[in-house]
């Protein structure tokens, strides 16, 4: 059920028979596309910050025992678009936890000291990426795909920025993005939706609704490096190729999800099959699909021997242009939808993953689709759409690469010309 308060909060509840337990999801429409690069990483901070204390909860210790202590277990996140917190409880200690989770994100204390601590363990986080070489190349795939924009920053920002952020541009920002008409609250479980609301309705009803500043637009910028290159001393080169991918409200979203299961989505995907278990050029081979309000991405991530590098990214690209020349057989789109709807249905079945999924959909859409319309959609994807949208996302002009590894950057030339088709 749906519920819109008078401020402007959006309560959405699930009721779920048989559940043991409750899950409770906030969502902010905030993440790190709506900040100006001279606060570059502040929705992180604050996310962090929040777990720091609050009005009634003065200490993380409070916050943790009020949750924990009653079996529960919590977590938050930054994103390019959304914050989330998120909570799962024995369902009958809802309304415990429901309390100290909305009196930390309405009272947060922002102690001067815990600041000052949590920059350093923000700079700590900053600074063990570049340890791993497959996050960063999937961070460094984004800056060649949106360079200069907010959409290719870390959603954590720069150890330059974060060194700098002052506890009163925290509170500001905070005041700004985190109001009544910003929020979506999702919970899941064997719950009741009008006891539910009474809480809700103590807890936030007095709180004032706000205006909302938009967010930058950030469709990808032709004409600039294809190549982006970072030399390490690691084992592996670790690559990521980029192509433009779509809105998740476009139209051609759900013809590009599975022309990422065709293409590497899963272990009978088509690179898994041909770069690993056919050609032996990859361990680890795959792809993701990236989509925002106004744009998107795909990428084929691949860990490999440094000798195979070119091989790898030339035989990713001939599959890319398979997908765009051939149709595909109408039995192996059969069988991605199949997969794809399976991985739907599969990750509904928790208390956790049904508020997520709620709520999240709300927050980026205004509106809930019923899993039964997310799969309709799926199921009218035809063979043309398929080969439609792959001609149009996968052309040349299109790809970005990022690669992390101990090739000499002076080969970013000949990794240009395989982009080319040379």
């Not at 604050?46 to 009634?56: A, N, Q, T």
């Not at 815990?114 to 340890?131: A, H, N, Y």
């Not at 720069?158 to 541009?169: A, K």
């Not at 600039?224 to 980029?242: F, G, H, W, Y």
Request: aromatic content about 8%.
């Amino acid at each position: 059920m749906r519920t819109t308060l008078h401020n402007g909060l959006r309560l959405l509840t699930t009721h779920m028979p048989g559940m043991r337990s409750a899950s409770i999801a906030f969502f902010f429409n905030v993440g790190s596309r709506y900040e100006d690069d001279a606060v570059a990483g502040i929705s992180h901070f604050i996310e962090h910050m929040l777990f720091k204390g609050s009005e009634h909860y003065p200490s993380a210790k409070a916050i943790s025992e009020a949750i924990e202590g009653v079996g529960g277990n919590f977590n938050g996140s930054t994103g390019k678009e959304l914050t989330t917190y998120t909570a799962r409880v024995p369902g009958e200690y809802l309304s415990v936890v429901l309390q100290a989770m909305a009196d930390m994100i309405r009272h947060p204390l922002f102690d001067p000291l815990e600041i000052e601590k949590e920059r350093g363990v923000i700079i700590e986080e900053l600074s063990s990426t570049q340890d791993d070489p497959q996050e960063w190349v999937n961070l460094l795939v984004d800056e060649a795909m949106w360079p200069g924009l907010p959409l290719g920053r870390d959603d954590a920002g720069t150890i330059e920025v974060v060194s700098h952020l002052q506890r009163e541009q925290m509170l500001e920002y905070m005041s700004t993005f985190y109001r009544p008409n910003s929020l979506v609250l999702s919970i899941a479980g064997n719950i009741e939706h009008e006891q539910v609301i009474e809480q809700v309705k103590r807890l936030f009803d007095d709180w004032e609704r706000g205006d909302h500043p938009h967010w930058r637009e950030c469709f990808p910028p032709l004409n600039v490096p294809s190549v982006r290159m970072i030399q390490k001393d690691t084992e592996q080169t670790n690559l990521c190729l980029a192509t433009l991918g779509t809105a998740y409200a476009s139209l051609d979203y759900y013809p590009l999800l599975l022309i990422n299961g065709i293409l590497g989505d899963g272990m009978s995907s088509r690179l898994f099959q041909s770069i690993r278990e056919e050609q032996g050029l990859a361990y680890d081979i795959g792809s993701y699909v990236n989509s925002y309000y106004e744009t998107g991405s795909l990428v084929v991530s691949a860990g490999v021997d440094p000798s195979r590098a070119q091989e790898t990214i030339r035989a990713t690209i001939a599959e890319l242009t398979r997908l765009c020349h051939e149709p595909v057989p109408a039995d192996e789109l059969e069988r991605t939808k199949a997969y794809v709807r399976g991985g739907i249905f599969l990750g509904l079945e928790g208390t956790q993953q049904m508020a997520s999924w709620l709520g999240s959909q709300e927050c980026l859409y205004n509106c809930v689709w019923d899993v039964d319309e997310v799969i309709a959609k799926i199921d009218a994807v035809t063979i043309e759409d398929v080969q439609r949208v792959a001609q149009k996302c996968f052309a040349p002009e299109w790809l970005r690469l990022a690669v992390i590894g101990p090739d000499k950057t002076r080969r970013a030339d000949q990794f240009k010309k395989l982009l080319a088709g040379a």
